[in-house]
Nanobody, 125 residues
Framework: QVQLVESGGGLVQAGSSLRLSCAAS????????MSWFRQAPGKEREFVTA????????YYADSVKGRFTTSRDNAKNTVYLQMDSLKPEDTAVYYC??????????????????WGQGTQVTVSS
């Protein structure tokens, strides 16, 4: 049974930084993607960033480019999301998601096999 556990959310002021972690257990990922999505109240879940386990390729939504950075630690089966220069519009529940498949549409929530429970990020103005 694969489990993804997020941590690191919280309440911060605009301009601050947070680092989220997503630890995977039950399976060692050597291929596919680990991604972050977010969902604000009343809005659809949206893609934030993805990282490829094998090659380390990264993909970002335009709204977070230059402010967010994703990285992975293969030995720990963990992915990180460093969020800098946070804005109030970044407020959402952040979810990590994983798939072992290599050829997927990384921005499509339906492409992922496993999801974490989510962690709340609130950015005050």
């Amino acid at each position: 049974q694969v489990q993804l556990v997020e941590s690191g959310g919280g309440l911060v002021q605009a301009g601050s930084s947070l680092r989220l972690s997503c630890a995977a257990s039950g399976r060692t990922f050597s291929s596919g993607f680990m991604s972050w999505f977010r969902q604000a109240p009343g809005k659809e879940r949206e893609f934030v960033t993805a990282i490829n386990w094998s090659a380390g390729r990264t993909y970002y939504a335009d709204s977070v480019k230059g402010r967010f950075t994703t990285s992975r630690d293969n030995a720990k089966n963990t992915v990180y999301l460093q969020m800098d220069s946070l804005k109030p519009e970044d407020t959402a529940v952040y979810y990590c998601a994983a798939t072992w498949r290599e050829y997927v549409s990384t921005t499509n929530p339906g492409a992922y096999d496993y999801w974490g429970q989510g962690t709340q990020v609130t950015v005050s103005s």
